[in-house]
């Protein structure tokens, strides 16, 4: 179901030159300050999606009955996916009807600095394929939070260290070229994570921006990665996500840089050490009788040994 609202003119030629793509799903408490940030962009008038993935809560009546409330200069429309198709499968349809050369990403309980897309758009000139910034974290209630900010691997510009990563930069910080879908195609694994199969793709071509100030306030306690689950089902989960986002990363690599055998074994060897934590968290037994001969793994234990002997001996 699509339900387009308050369109109007959003630039001079075809396209808009920015498409500014929120993704929401069962964040009503949020969502409402999250759409008045996009509405509020400070910026030449621009095209903007609100898609929802089916919530089951009032995120999309809110998202709704805030734009009907619009009278700015954007293009503005609302959309609910049905059923719900999940983030990639999601994305992916937003980005079947995005008109923007470039697309700003944003979730539906974040919130965007108003000059955000003006501030991105000095660096498109440069023509990157992805183009990333610093950001704030706050938590559910809004507050600042000083909290040490993740490893962000492309920022050390090494193709090795960013193919074997599980951690690029925060998607929530995101902006891409279209040549990020169109010329590599839609993400085709499921359950990967997006930023870590486009930030992969720009940093192959070489074509990575990073806006050294602060253009999103990122809210710490509310996504899907923070929802109750115990630490077994956590594990698992990431760990296939994880290999989802190895695979997309080798058949990117496969395709298009083929003979960047380096880096295809990277992504290999990583991906096996996913399967392997997957089977000491599955089937512990099968796992001894699968890894328990790699000097690595034997070094792992004794390690582990020693440093539980270690731990004993100091509480004696």
Same mark, same amino acid.
């Given at each position: 179901m699509d339900d387009e609202m308050n369109a109007v003119p959003c630039t001079t030629g075809r396209n808009p030159a920015v498409t500014f793509a929120m993704f929401t799903f069962n964040q009503a408490p949020y969502v409402r300050e999250a759409v008045l940030a996009a509405l509020g962009q400070d910026c030449e008038p621009?095209?903007?999606? &609100?898609?929802?993935?089916?919530?089951?809560?009032d995120t999309f009546a809110i998202m709704?009955? /805030?734009? !009907? %409330?619009? =009278?700015?200069?954007?293009?503005?429309?609302?959309?609910?996916?049905?059923?719900?198709?999940?983030?990639?499968?999601?994305?992916?349809?937003?980005?079947?009807?995005?008109?923007?050369?470039?697309?700003v990403l944003a979730a539906g309980d974040d919130l965007s600095r108003?000059?955000?897309?003006a501030v991105l758009m000095q660096e498109m000139a440069a023509r990157p394929l992805?183009?990333?910034?610093?950001?704030?974290?706050?938590?559910?209630?809004?507050?600042? &939070?000083?909290?040490?900010k993740p490893y962000e691997?492309?920022?050390?510009?090494?193709?090795? /260290?960013? !193919? %074997?990563? =599980?951690?690029?930069?925060?998607?929530?910080?995101?902006c891409w070229h279209r040549d990020l879908f169109e010329k590599y195609g839609l993400i085709e694994a499921a359950g990967a994570y997006e930023d870590l199969v486009?930030?992969?793709?720009?940093?192959?071509?070489?074509?990575v921006a990073y806006v050294n100030r602060s253009l999103v306030r990122y809210r710490i306690g509310?996504?899907?990665?923070?929802?109750?689950?115990?630490?077994?089902?956590?594990?698992?989960?990431?760990?296939?996500?994880?290999?989802?986002?190895?695979?997309?990363?080798l058949a990117d690599t496969r395709r298009f840089?083929? %003979?960047?055998?380096?880096?295809i074994a990277r992504i290999e060897k990583e991906r096996l050490r996913e399967e392997a934590v997957i089977a000491w968290y599955s089937d512990r037994p099968a796992f001894l009788r699968r890894y328990a001969w790699r000097v690595s793994v034997q070094t792992y234990f004794v390690g582990a040994a020693l440093a539980r002997m270690r731990q004993r001996f100091a509480a004696d």
């Amino acid at each position: 179901m699509d339900d387009e609202m308050n369109a109007v003119p959003c630039t001079t030629g075809r396209n808009p030159a920015v498409t500014f793509a929120m993704f929401t799903f069962n964040q009503a408490p949020y969502v409402r300050e999250a759409v008045l940030a996009a509405l509020g962009q400070d910026c030449e008038p621009i095209e903007i999606i &609100l898609s929802d993935d089916c919530s089951s809560d009032d995120t999309f009546a809110i998202m709704q009955e /805030t734009v !009907a %409330a619009y =009278r700015g200069p954007h293009r503005v429309m609302v959309r609910q996916e049905r059923p719900n198709r999940g983030l990639i499968g999601h994305i992916n349809a937003v980005l079947g009807i995005a008109g923007g050369e470039y697309i700003v990403l944003a979730a539906g309980d974040d919130l965007s600095r108003t000059d955000r897309v003006a501030v991105l758009m000095q660096e498109m000139a440069a023509r990157p394929l992805l183009i990333h910034s610093g950001f704030d974290f706050m938590d559910e209630a809004g507050r600042p &939070l000083a909290m040490k900010k993740p490893y962000e691997a492309l920022l050390t510009g090494d193709l090795m /260290t960013i !193919a %074997a990563a =599980r951690a690029l930069y925060v998607g929530a910080t995101g902006c891409w070229h279209r040549d990020l879908f169109e010329k590599y195609g839609l993400i085709e694994a499921a359950g990967a994570y997006e930023d870590l199969v486009m930030g992969y793709r720009a940093a192959l071509a070489g074509r990575v921006a990073y806006v050294n100030r602060s253009l999103v306030r990122y809210r710490i306690g509310t996504g899907i990665t923070t929802r109750p689950e115990d630490a077994r089902a956590k594990v698992l989960r990431t760990c296939r996500a994880t290999i989802a986002s190895f695979e997309q990363r080798l058949a990117d690599t496969r395709r298009f840089f083929p %003979a960047r055998g380096d880096l295809i074994a990277r992504i290999e060897k990583e991906r096996l050490r996913e399967e392997a934590v997957i089977a000491w968290y599955s089937d512990r037994p099968a796992f001894l009788r699968r890894y328990a001969w790699r000097v690595s793994v034997q070094t792992y234990f004794v390690g582990a040994a020693l440093a539980r002997m270690r731990q004993r001996f100091a509480a004696d």
